[in-house]
C-alpha cells in the first residue's frame, strides 16, 4: 500500500483506525458503500481539517449524499476520539484522510468494480488481525479397554 509509506506512526495508527470504521461502517441508505463515496468523504474531511488547522472553520462537503453521510460519521469518529482522551491533531487527520482519499481514487482506477480499495483494506485488516486462539486437538492414542 504505497499510499501509506510516508504516514508517521501517529498518521498510520489513524489511517488504521479510520479504515477499521470504514469496513464496519454501514450506510443508510439502500446503496452500498463504494471507492467513489469513500474518496469524497475522505477529501471533504481532509479539506476540512487543513482548513482547521490554519484556524479557519469551514465545513467542505462532497457532493453525493452518501458521501456526506460517511464525511458525518467519520467526523463524529474523530469527535468520539478526541472526547476519550485520544488526540488528533487537524493537520494529521487530514494526511491520513489524504491517504485514503488517494488509496480509494487509486487503487479505484487500477481494478474493475466500485468497491477495489474497499475490498483490499478488507482483506489487509484481515490478515493483520490476530487470530483467535483455537482449541487443542484431542490428544491422539491408542484406545485401551479393560
Known sequence: MQFTRDLSQAQSQLFF????FLQR???SELQPLIDEDVAEAAAALAATAETASRGLIYDHRPASLQAQSLTDALATLL???RE???TVYD???AIALRAIEQGGRDVATAGEGDRVYLDLVGRLLQETATPEPQPAPPP???LILP
Do not use: D, F, K
Open 79 to 81: 469527535t468520539q476520539i
Open 17 to 20: 483506525v479510520l479504515n477499521t
Open 84 to 86: 476519550q482522551g485520544g
Open 140 to 142: 491422539s492414542g491408542s
Open 25 to 27: 461502517y454501514e450506510p
Open 91 to 93: 493537520r494529521e487527520a
